[in-house]
């Protein structure tokens, strides 16, 4: 069966360390991961993009990996600010079909 | 450029009663979807359209119609309004190519059920 798994569920840092969600899948065929940012009350907006032949991909300060053998992916948020509270998901999409795979999010909140 | 507008953005409708949601899109994307958030899962797929005339289920359509007569819309219908329905429903569109193309989603319709 075609999942996406996310971790933690939720997680409160302070305002500018680091941290690092993670999330497993296990949709095949595989075709690309994608990161949302969804903040509290809006629809999720696309962070980053990566597909099978990639393993690493930045935008700003959010950097995310993918280990397509172990079907793994982590967004990385460095220096965290109070505007990275929101809710992060993971999407993956498989080679057929139209579906898109949503994990159920980890939500982060930054605290000053 | 709007994006993806959806109306309304607050409903609470009472049990048997049936109401359209309006999603617009002023991107020429090809792709729409319907999503449903329930409190800490997943956005689930309802229906999708990849084109004018063409519509498809989703994950869970029980309850819900909808159609595709423009590119620009793609309404969701539902008909006898039950408490499950409760939910923030999302509308998303995309080009459609590549495959690596992005989901543009809209700001959500919170839906109450009593």
């Known amino acids: 069966k075609n999942q996406v798994e996310q971790s933690p569920q939720s997680l409160i840092i302070l305002e500018g360390k680091n941290c690092t969600l993670q999330c497993n899948y296990t949709v095949s065929p595989f075709s690309n991961l994608r990161w949302y940012k969804q903040d509290t009350g809006r629809g999720p907006v696309s962070l980053t993009i990566m597909?099978?032949?990639?393993?690493?991909?930045?935008?700003?300060?959010?950097?995310?990996?993918?280990?397509?053998?172990?079907k793994q992916s982590s967004l990385h948020i460095?220096?965290?600010?109070?505007?990275?509270?929101?809710?992060?998901?993971?999407?993956?999409?498989p080679n057929t079909g139209n579906q898109f795979y949503f994990g159920t999010g980890t939500s982060l909140t930054v605290i000053p | 450029?709007?994006?993806?507008?959806?109306?309304?953005?607050?409903r609470i409708l009472k049990i048997g009663q049936s109401m359209t949601l309006q999603c617009t899109q002023d991107?020429?994307?090809?792709?729409?979807?319907?999503?449903?958030?329930d409190p800490g899962m997943?956005?689930?797929?309802?229906?999708?359209?990849?084109?004018?005339?063409?519509?498809d289920k989703g994950e869970v359509p029980n309850g819900?119609?909808?159609s595709r007569s423009t590119t620009e819309d793609f309404p969701l219908r539902l008909e006898l309004a039950a408490p499950s329905q409760t939910s923030v429903y999302f509308c998303a569109s995309r080009p459609g190519f590549p495959s690596t193309d992005t989901q543009y989603f809209g700001p959500g319709t919170r839906l109450t059920v009593l």
């Open chain 1, 51 to 70: 597909t099978f032949s990639e393993n690493t991909k930045s935008n700003g300060r959010y950097t995310a990996t993918l280990d397509a053998d172990t």
């Open chain 1, 78 to 93: 460095t220096a965290s600010q109070l505007s990275d509270s929101a809710s992060y998901i993971c999407v993956v999409t």
């Open chain 2, 64 to 66: 819900y119609n909808v």
């Open chain 2, 42 to 55: 997943g956005l689930k797929l309802i229906y999708y359209s990849v084109g004018a005339g063409i519509t």
């Open chain 2, 27 to 37: 991107m020429n994307h090809n792709y729409m979807y319907w999503y449903r958030q």
């Open chain 2, 1 to 10: 450029n709007a994006g993806v507008t959806q109306t309304p953005k607050f």
